[in-house]
T-cell receptor
Framework: DGGITQSPKYLFRKEGQNVTLSCEQN?????MYWYRQDPGQGLRLIYY???????QKGDIAEGYSVSREKKESFPLTVTSAQKNPTAFYLC??????????FGPGTRLTVT | GQQVMQIPQYQHVQEGEDFTTYCNSS?????IQWYKQRPGGHPVFLIQ?????EVKKQKRLTFQFGEAKKNSSLHITATQTTDVGTYFC???????????FGDGTTLTVKP
């Protein structure tokens, strides 16, 4: 069963803690993306990676970090420096025609 | 940077009425994609438009790309309750490794 998996679906953390969101794909796609979605809003790009061992900042990278050590995996760390971390986080990979395939998302709540 | 405006933000229709959402870019685009996100779900790719003036149809959905490749529209004929959700456009500029998403149009359908 091919696709993008994100875990966990719901995540709760205390303020001041770093948290890492998982994203795995078995579609053999080179490019992967992380987006943040706030209620009633669109998708804002956090980071993207076009190839293994390379990644670029998106529009709202402050307070986040990523790594891309393997083609299949693109984890996102939400650091304590992120001022408003509570949000819905979506990971995606890009197909050969530039279409994006999204994972089910992780809803992060920080209190 | 590239700006993408999508209107309207919300649209409420009676089942059977038509629906249209518009996407406008500040710059000429390489392509534009449309996605649908059901309530509580993740965005799902619908279609990609590449050519100037292109029109594509998927059953009751009609997608258009403007002649200047700066705007696009999605039209749904005779809406059904299964059409509810948020429709996003994603615009890719020339020489861009990433797309910019519009804020989406949320469609509700009253049976």
């Amino acid at each position: 069963d091919g696709g993008i998996t994100q875990s966990p679906k719901y995540l709760f953390r205390k303020e001041g803690q770093n948290v890492t969101l998982s994203c795995e794909q078995n579609l053999n796609h080179d490019a992967m993306y992380w987006y943040r979605q706030d209620p009633g809003q669109g998708l804002r790009l956090i980071y993207y990676s076009q190839i293994v061992n390379d990644f670029q900042k998106g529009d709202i990278a402050e307070g986040y970090s990523v790594s891309r050590e393997k083609k299949e995996s693109f984890p996102l760390t939400v650091t304590s420096a992120q001022k408003n971390p509570t949000a819905f986080y979506l990971c995606a990979s890009r197909g050969r025609n530039y279409e994006q395939y999204f994972g089910p998302g992780t809803r992060l709540t920080v209190t | 940077g590239q700006q993408v405006m999508q209107i309207p933000q919300y649209q409420h229709v009676q089942e059977g009425e038509d629906f249209t959402t518009y996407c406008n870019s500040s710059t000429t685009l390489s392509n534009i994609q449309w996605y649908k996100q059901r309530p509580g779900g993740h965005p799902v790719f619908l279609i990609q438009l590449v050519k100037s003036g292109e029109v594509k149809k998927q059953k009751r959905l009609t997608f258009q790309f403007g002649e200047a490749k700066k705007n696009s529209s999605l039209h749904i004929t005779a809406t059904q309750t299964t059409d509810v959700g948020t429709y996003f456009c994603a615009a890719r500029g020339t020489n861009a490794g990433k797309s910019t998403f519009g804020d989406g149009t949320t469609l509700t359908v009253k049976p």
